[in-house]
Protein backbone atom coordinates (compact mmCIF):
# COMPACT_ATOMS: atom_id res chain seq x y z
CA UNK A 1 0.00 0.00 0.00
CA UNK A 2 0.90 3.31 -0.88
CA UNK A 3 2.46 5.84 1.58
CA UNK A 4 3.33 9.46 2.46
CA UNK A 5 6.06 11.50 4.50
CA UNK A 6 5.40 14.53 4.79
CA UNK A 7 9.01 15.63 6.41
CA UNK A 8 8.20 18.73 8.68
CA UNK A 9 5.76 19.33 11.07
CA UNK A 10 5.71 22.55 10.70
CA UNK A 11 7.21 25.34 8.22
CA UNK A 12 8.09 29.45 9.97
CA UNK A 13 9.12 31.73 7.26
CA UNK A 14 9.29 35.24 6.98
CA UNK A 15 6.91 37.22 3.76
CA UNK A 16 9.03 37.42 1.11
CA UNK A 17 11.15 34.50 1.48
CA UNK A 18 11.40 31.17 -0.54
CA UNK A 19 9.94 28.48 0.63
CA UNK A 20 9.89 24.48 0.30
CA UNK A 21 7.55 21.74 1.98
CA UNK A 22 8.97 18.16 1.54
CA UNK A 23 6.82 15.08 0.41
CA UNK A 24 7.97 11.26 -0.01
CA UNK A 25 5.92 8.67 -1.39
CA UNK A 26 6.83 4.64 -1.37
CA UNK A 27 7.18 3.45 -4.73
CA UNK A 28 4.83 2.10 -7.16
CA UNK A 29 4.77 1.20 -10.81
CA UNK A 30 2.32 4.42 -11.37
CA UNK A 31 1.25 6.81 -9.34
CA UNK A 32 -0.84 10.25 -8.95
CA UNK A 33 0.33 12.91 -7.05
CA UNK A 34 -1.15 16.02 -5.24
CA UNK A 35 -1.27 18.70 -2.60
CA UNK A 36 -3.81 20.49 -0.77
CA UNK A 37 -4.33 23.64 1.11
CA UNK A 38 -6.31 23.45 4.36
CA UNK A 39 -7.59 27.45 5.76
CA UNK A 40 -8.70 27.56 9.42
CA UNK A 41 -12.05 25.94 9.48
CA UNK A 42 -12.33 25.23 6.33
CA UNK A 43 -12.21 21.97 3.62
CA UNK A 44 -9.22 21.19 1.56
CA UNK A 45 -8.24 22.62 -1.52
CA UNK A 46 -6.37 21.77 -4.34
CA UNK A 47 -3.31 23.40 -5.11
CA UNK A 48 -1.69 20.93 -7.33
CA UNK A 49 -1.37 17.75 -9.25
CA UNK A 50 0.63 15.56 -11.31
CA UNK A 51 -0.99 12.63 -13.07
CA UNK A 52 1.49 12.33 -16.45
CA UNK A 53 3.39 14.73 -18.85
CA UNK A 54 5.82 17.62 -17.36
CA UNK A 55 7.60 16.46 -14.29
CA UNK A 56 7.51 20.33 -13.02
CA UNK A 57 3.42 21.39 -12.07
CA UNK A 58 2.09 24.81 -11.39
CA UNK A 59 -0.93 25.56 -9.78
CA UNK A 60 -2.54 28.33 -7.98
CA UNK A 61 -1.48 30.95 -5.65
CA UNK A 62 1.87 31.35 -6.93
CA UNK A 63 2.89 27.40 -6.06
CA UNK A 64 4.58 24.77 -8.10
CA UNK A 65 6.07 21.50 -7.51
CA UNK A 66 8.90 19.08 -9.08
CA UNK A 67 8.30 15.06 -9.61
CA UNK A 68 10.99 13.11 -9.16
CA UNK A 69 10.52 10.01 -10.36
CA UNK A 70 14.04 8.48 -8.74
CA UNK A 71 14.16 10.13 -5.66
CA UNK A 72 10.19 9.16 -5.49
CA UNK A 73 9.69 13.03 -3.89
CA UNK A 74 6.74 15.77 -5.01
CA UNK A 75 8.32 18.96 -3.40
CA UNK A 76 6.13 21.61 -3.30
CA UNK A 77 7.73 25.34 -3.47
CA UNK A 78 6.95 29.04 -4.28
CA UNK A 79 9.62 31.60 -4.61
CA UNK A 80 8.22 34.19 -2.25
CA UNK A 81 5.21 33.99 0.46
CA UNK A 82 2.41 36.26 1.50
CA UNK A 83 1.07 36.56 5.10
CA UNK A 84 -1.84 34.45 3.78
CA UNK A 85 -0.53 31.42 2.74
CA UNK A 86 -0.11 30.68 6.01
CA UNK A 87 -1.97 27.15 6.13
CA UNK A 88 -2.09 23.57 6.03
CA UNK A 89 -0.81 21.95 3.38
CA UNK A 90 -0.99 18.64 2.99
CA UNK A 91 0.74 16.18 -0.05
CA UNK A 92 -1.30 12.57 -1.45
CA UNK A 93 -1.28 10.25 -3.74
CA UNK A 94 -2.99 7.89 -5.21
CA UNK A 95 -2.10 4.35 -7.10
CA UNK A 96 -4.64 4.71 -9.95
CA UNK A 97 -6.58 6.82 -12.18
CA UNK A 98 -9.94 6.26 -11.60
CA UNK A 99 -12.72 7.37 -9.14
CA UNK A 100 -13.50 5.13 -6.08
CA UNK A 101 -10.06 4.61 -4.79
CA UNK A 102 -8.98 7.11 -2.45
CA UNK A 103 -6.50 9.75 -1.93
CA UNK A 104 -3.89 8.15 0.71
CA UNK A 105 -2.71 11.74 2.51
CA UNK A 106 0.58 13.07 5.00
CA UNK A 107 0.62 13.99 8.06
CA UNK A 108 0.52 17.90 6.83
CA UNK A 109 2.89 20.71 7.18
CA UNK A 110 1.67 23.68 9.00
CA UNK A 111 3.35 26.89 7.13
CA UNK A 112 3.31 30.44 9.24
CA UNK A 113 4.23 32.97 7.58
CA UNK A 114 5.14 36.77 9.74
CA UNK A 115 6.16 39.63 9.20
CA UNK B 1 -18.72 27.64 -4.13
CA UNK B 2 -16.71 24.25 -4.07
CA UNK B 3 -19.10 22.14 -5.19
CA UNK B 4 -19.28 19.84 -2.30
CA UNK B 5 -21.97 20.98 0.12
CA UNK B 6 -22.06 19.60 3.55
CA UNK B 7 -24.55 20.28 6.38
CA UNK B 8 -24.58 20.95 9.37
CA UNK B 9 -21.12 22.92 9.36
CA UNK B 10 -20.86 22.62 13.56
CA UNK B 11 -22.78 20.03 15.39
CA UNK B 12 -22.81 19.71 19.33
CA UNK B 13 -24.38 16.28 20.41
CA UNK B 14 -24.09 14.32 24.03
CA UNK B 15 -23.23 10.75 24.03
CA UNK B 16 -26.42 9.39 23.50
CA UNK B 17 -28.30 11.22 20.92
CA UNK B 18 -28.85 10.27 16.95
CA UNK B 19 -27.84 12.57 14.43
CA UNK B 20 -27.13 12.77 10.64
CA UNK B 21 -24.36 14.49 8.38
CA UNK B 22 -25.18 15.27 5.20
CA UNK B 23 -22.89 15.87 2.42
CA UNK B 24 -24.23 17.00 -1.55
CA UNK B 25 -22.46 17.02 -4.65
CA UNK B 26 -23.04 19.17 -7.65
CA UNK B 27 -20.17 18.07 -9.80
CA UNK B 28 -21.72 14.66 -11.60
CA UNK B 29 -18.67 12.90 -9.57
CA UNK B 30 -19.36 8.98 -9.20
CA UNK B 31 -17.62 8.37 -6.29
CA UNK B 32 -17.95 9.82 -2.80
CA UNK B 33 -15.85 9.65 0.60
CA UNK B 34 -16.02 10.54 4.09
CA UNK B 35 -12.44 11.14 6.16
CA UNK B 36 -12.39 12.50 9.84
CA UNK B 37 -9.52 15.00 10.84
CA UNK B 38 -8.82 15.23 14.38
CA UNK B 39 -5.83 17.58 15.91
CA UNK B 40 -2.70 16.50 15.52
CA UNK B 41 -3.91 13.60 13.33
CA UNK B 42 -3.61 12.21 10.13
CA UNK B 43 -6.55 12.84 7.67
CA UNK B 44 -8.86 9.32 7.94
CA UNK B 45 -10.42 7.99 5.34
CA UNK B 46 -13.87 5.86 6.77
CA UNK B 47 -15.87 4.78 3.97
CA UNK B 48 -15.83 5.17 0.35
CA UNK B 49 -18.42 4.81 -1.99
CA UNK B 50 -18.67 4.34 -5.67
CA UNK B 51 -21.58 4.42 -8.19
CA UNK B 52 -23.50 4.05 -4.90
CA UNK B 53 -22.10 0.72 -3.90
CA UNK B 54 -19.50 1.10 -0.59
CA UNK B 55 -16.43 -0.15 -1.60
CA UNK B 56 -14.46 0.55 1.60
CA UNK B 57 -14.76 0.43 5.42
CA UNK B 58 -11.77 1.46 7.16
CA UNK B 59 -12.42 -0.37 10.20
CA UNK B 60 -15.19 2.18 11.24
CA UNK B 61 -17.12 1.47 14.63
CA UNK B 62 -20.77 0.32 14.03
CA UNK B 63 -21.52 3.56 16.17
CA UNK B 64 -20.76 5.23 12.53
CA UNK B 65 -23.80 4.26 9.60
CA UNK B 66 -23.18 6.12 6.38
CA UNK B 67 -25.79 5.97 3.83
CA UNK B 68 -25.86 6.57 -0.17
CA UNK B 69 -29.09 7.26 -1.77
CA UNK B 70 -27.54 8.12 -4.72
CA UNK B 71 -24.36 9.43 -6.59
CA UNK B 72 -25.13 13.34 -5.30
CA UNK B 73 -26.16 12.91 -1.75
CA UNK B 74 -24.13 10.75 1.08
CA UNK B 75 -24.96 10.70 4.73
CA UNK B 76 -22.76 9.72 7.68
CA UNK B 77 -25.32 8.65 10.76
CA UNK B 78 -24.24 9.43 14.37
CA UNK B 79 -25.75 7.30 17.50
CA UNK B 80 -23.96 6.71 20.99
CA UNK B 81 -20.82 8.43 19.99
CA UNK B 82 -18.09 8.52 22.76
CA UNK B 83 -15.81 12.43 23.26
CA UNK B 84 -13.13 11.32 21.18
CA UNK B 85 -15.49 11.38 18.32
CA UNK B 86 -15.24 14.94 18.70
CA UNK B 87 -13.28 16.05 15.14
CA UNK B 88 -13.86 17.87 11.51
CA UNK B 89 -15.76 15.33 9.24
CA UNK B 90 -15.01 16.19 5.58
CA UNK B 91 -16.84 14.83 2.79
CA UNK B 92 -15.42 14.48 -0.94
CA UNK B 93 -16.23 13.56 -4.39
CA UNK B 94 -14.47 12.44 -7.35
CA UNK B 95 -14.33 11.28 -10.65
CA UNK B 96 -11.93 9.58 -13.28
CA UNK B 97 -8.67 11.49 -12.17
CA UNK B 98 -9.00 10.59 -8.98
CA UNK B 99 -8.55 14.03 -7.78
CA UNK B 100 -10.80 14.65 -4.67
CA UNK B 101 -12.91 17.78 -3.97
CA UNK B 102 -13.95 18.63 -0.28
CA UNK B 103 -16.18 20.27 0.92
CA UNK B 104 -16.11 22.82 4.61
CA UNK B 105 -16.49 19.97 6.75
CA UNK B 106 -18.53 19.32 9.77
CA UNK B 107 -17.22 20.01 12.77
CA UNK B 108 -18.43 17.71 15.85
CA UNK B 109 -18.56 18.05 19.44
CA UNK B 110 -19.45 14.94 21.47
CA UNK B 111 -20.53 16.05 25.09
Known amino acids: AQSVTQLDSQVPVFEEAPVELRCNYSSSVSVYLFWYVQYPNQGLQLLLKYLSGSTLVKGINGFEAEFNKSQTSFHLRKPSVHISDTAEYFCAVSDYNQAGTALIFGKGTTLSVSS | ETGVTQTPRHLVMGMTNKKSLKCEQHLGHNAMYWYKQSAKKPLELMFV???????ENNSVPSRFSPECPNSSHLFLHLHTLQPEDSALYLC??????????FGEGSRLTVL
Open chain 2, 92 to 101: ASSHLTGELF
Open chain 2, 49 to 55: YNFKEQT
